[in-house]
């Protein structure tokens, strides 16, 4: 069974700084896309950073480039999503996630990714 376990989210100030973790079991996230997304209420899911399999592409949403990082980690298992100097508009809630494909529509809202993991609570407040 696959399962992506999402954590580090938490209450922070406005340009403090996070860094969410998500560890795959059952599954090689090396051969895979992997993303984080954020859903905050009343809006759809936005790609926040997405790294092709094997790290051949990268996107990022316009408004946290050059403030966030995706990198994963040397056993495969893992991805990180760093974000520094949050801000207000960067609250909601997290989801990792992975699958095949890499396109434009994937990238911007998931939509096709197979494997989700639950979400983590980022909130930005003063």
């Known amino acids: 069974e696959v399962q992506l376990q999402a954590s580090g989210g938490g209450l922070v100030h406005p340009g403090g700084s996070l860094r969410l973790s998500c560890v795959a079991s059952g599954l090689a996230l090396d051969g895979y896309t992997v993303g984080w997304f954020r859903q905050t209420p009343g809006n759809q899911r936005q790609g926040v950073a997405v790294?092709?399999?094997?790290?051949?592409?990268?996107y990022y949403a316009d408004s946290v480039k050059g403030r966030f990082t995706i990198s994963r980690g040397d056993a495969e298992k893992t991805v990180y999503l760093q974000m520094n100097n949050l801000k207000a508009e960067d609250t909601g809630v997290y989801y990792c996630?992975?699958?095949?494909?890499?396109?434009?529509?994937?990238?911007?809202?998931?939509?096709?990714?197979?494997?989700w993991g639950k979400g983590t609570q980022v909130t930005v407040s003063s």
């Open positions: 996630a992975a699958g095949d494909g890499y396109h434009i529509h994937l990238v911007r809202t998931g939509t096709g990714l197979d494997y």
């Open positions: 790294s092709n399999k094997r790290s051949a592409g990268t």
